[in-house]
């Protein structure tokens, strides 16, 4: 007969040995689960960090991990992070991805596809390159960003003493970046429409606030008498904004921006834009996150996805004071409840 203090160390070893196998099942369940992954520029851009919300949103809702990367817009740095991700996950994972730039497209793709990780990529990829070529890249999506660069060129060609005359600098993005290009573009054609509108000088600003003040206040010495400041985004308007305010002109002569930060929605009420584009980061970290789980549980077929599909834009929510308060209500003090059934609910049209 077991003494008191025999039983006692046998219910111990059983107790640990049922812990362990608690922890390990726990472990094993973990690992099971598919991560979900979005690689962005950082969380100091609201914007991007809009990515990181709806990602972690979608998690809670399906009961997943997410991991957020930050490039820190350094495009080395965000195909590394995403390789360790691969081997961190051992390939469980899937991606929801905004480059830093479209050269980064191809290293990334190839890292993914050699991993078997399904992926959407948002905004960038060289011209050159199909997403029809690759297996695990489900589709390539943009927002109509030369309709963008279009209609807040409009909407600051409004705001003018005698509207649709005057002069204007511009603050363009980065060079190599698509959205950048397309939002340039835009604006050419607005300046086209109207030929008593003159684009007196423009730099690039890489999507950076201070170096949208700095660029802002430098041309500002050789152009002192301008009408108003184009942007290719928020972050580099709300730079001009500043550089405005310095010189006397805020309110005076106004400007546009393009994503949805809040500052830019107070700075229309103040009357000191005229207007952005809210690009929803949220719907765009869940819609390409569902996209790249459906693929990966077998619920969508890519191979079978018409090309059209395959490349693909989405609208952005066009924002002027008419509608500031609606839209802040609506995207900023909450996170909508997107109806993710239809991935295709909201194309426009094809993207080259």
């Given at each position: 007969?077991?003494?008191?203090?025999?039983?006692?160390?046998?219910?111990?070893?059983?107790?640990?040995?049922?812990?362990?196998?608690?922890?390990?099942?726990?472990?094993?369940?973990?690992?099971?689960?598919?991560?979900?992954?979005?690689?962005?520029?950082?969380?100091?851009?609201?914007?991007?960090?809009?990515?990181?919300?709806?990602?972690?949103?979608?998690?809670?809702?399906?009961?997943?991990?997410?991991?957020?990367?930050?490039?820190?817009?350094?495009?080395?740095?965000?195909?590394?992070?995403?390789?360790?991700?691969?081997?961190?996950?051992?390939?469980?994972?899937?991606?929801?991805?905004?480059?830093?730039?479209?050269?980064?497209?191809?290293?990334?793709?190839?890292?993914?596809?050699?991993?078997?990780?399904?992926?959407?990529?948002?905004?960038?990829?060289?011209?050159?390159?199909?997403?029809?070529?690759?297996?695990?890249?489900?589709?390539?999506?943009?927002?109509?960003?030369?309709?963008?660069?279009?209609?807040?060129?409009?909407?600051?060609?409004?705001?003018?003493?005698?509207?649709?005359?005057?002069?204007?600098?511009?603050?363009?993005?980065?060079?190599?970046?698509?959205?950048?290009?397309?939002?340039?573009?835009?604006?050419?054609?607005?300046?086209?429409?109207?030929?008593?509108?003159?684009?007196?000088?423009?730099?690039?600003?890489?999507?950076?606030?201070?170096?949208?003040?700095?660029?802002?206040?430098?041309?500002?010495?050789?152009?002192?008498?301008?009408?108003?400041?184009?942007?290719?985004?928020?972050?580099?308007?709300?730079?001009?904004?500043?550089?405005?305010?310095?010189?006397?002109?805020?309110?005076?002569?106004?400007?546009?921006?393009?994503?949805?930060?809040?500052?830019?929605?107070?700075?229309?009420?103040?009357?000191?834009?005229?207007?952005?584009?809210?690009?929803?980061?949220?719907?765009q970290a869940q819609l390409g996150l569902s996209m790249a789980l459906a693929a990966k549980e077998g619920k969508l077929d890519v191979a079978a996805l018409p090309a059209k599909y395959r490349s693909f834009?989405?609208?952005?929510?066009?924002?002027?004071?008419?509608?500031?308060?609606?839209?802040?209500?609506?995207?900023?003090?909450?996170?909508?409840?997107?109806?993710?059934?239809?991935?295709?609910?909201?194309?426009?049209?094809?993207?080259?």
């Amino acid at each position: 007969m077991k003494s008191f203090m025999q039983w006692k160390v046998l219910w111990a070893v059983v107790l640990c040995v049922a812990i362990a196998a608690g922890v390990m099942a726990v472990k094993a369940e973990a690992a099971d689960k598919v991560t979900l992954v979005v690689s962005i520029r950082g969380l100091d851009n609201p914007y991007h960090a809009n990515y990181a919300e709806g990602a972690k949103a979608l998690g809670e809702i399906l009961g997943l991990p997410v991991d957020v990367l930050s490039t820190e817009a350094d495009s080395q740095k965000g195909i590394a992070d995403i390789k360790a991700e691969v081997a961190r996950t051992g390939g469980n994972m899937v991606l929801n991805l905004d480059p830093n730039q479209a050269p980064d497209v191809v290293p990334i793709a190839k890292i993914l596809e050699d991993a078997g990780v399904y992926w959407v990529n948002w905004w960038n990829k060289p011209d050159d390159i199909k997403v029809t070529d690759y297996k695990y890249w489900i589709a390539h999506i943009t927002f109509d960003s030369v309709g963008t660069g279009y209609f807040n060129a409009k909407e600051l060609f409004k705001t003018f003493k005698t509207p649709n005359k005057g002069k204007i600098i511009a603050l363009q993005g980065l060079l190599a970046n698509t959205p950048a290009i397309e939002r340039f573009q835009g604006l050419q054609k607005a300046l086209a429409e109207n030929p008593e509108v003159e684009l007196v000088q423009w730099e690039g600003a890489d999507w950076d606030r201070t170096k949208g003040y700095n660029a802002t206040k430098a041309m500002l010495v050789a152009h002192p008498d301008i009408d108003g400041v184009w942007s290719a985004n928020d972050e580099m308007a709300m730079g001009a904004i500043q550089a405005l305010k310095e010189a006397g002109l805020a309110g005076k002569v106004l400007v546009n921006g393009t994503d949805g930060i809040p500052e830019i929605f107070d700075a229309i009420k103040e009357g000191l834009a005229c207007s952005t584009v809210l690009q929803d980061a949220k719907y765009q970290a869940q819609l390409g996150l569902s996209m790249a789980l459906a693929a990966k549980e077998g619920k969508l077929d890519v191979a079978a996805l018409p090309a059209k599909y395959r490349s693909f834009k989405i609208p952005g929510v066009e924002v002027t004071r008419e509608n500031v308060d609606q839209v802040v209500k609506e995207f900023l003090e909450s996170t909508p409840t997107y109806d993710l059934t239809d991935f295709f609910a909201r194309f426009v049209e094809e993207a080259k």
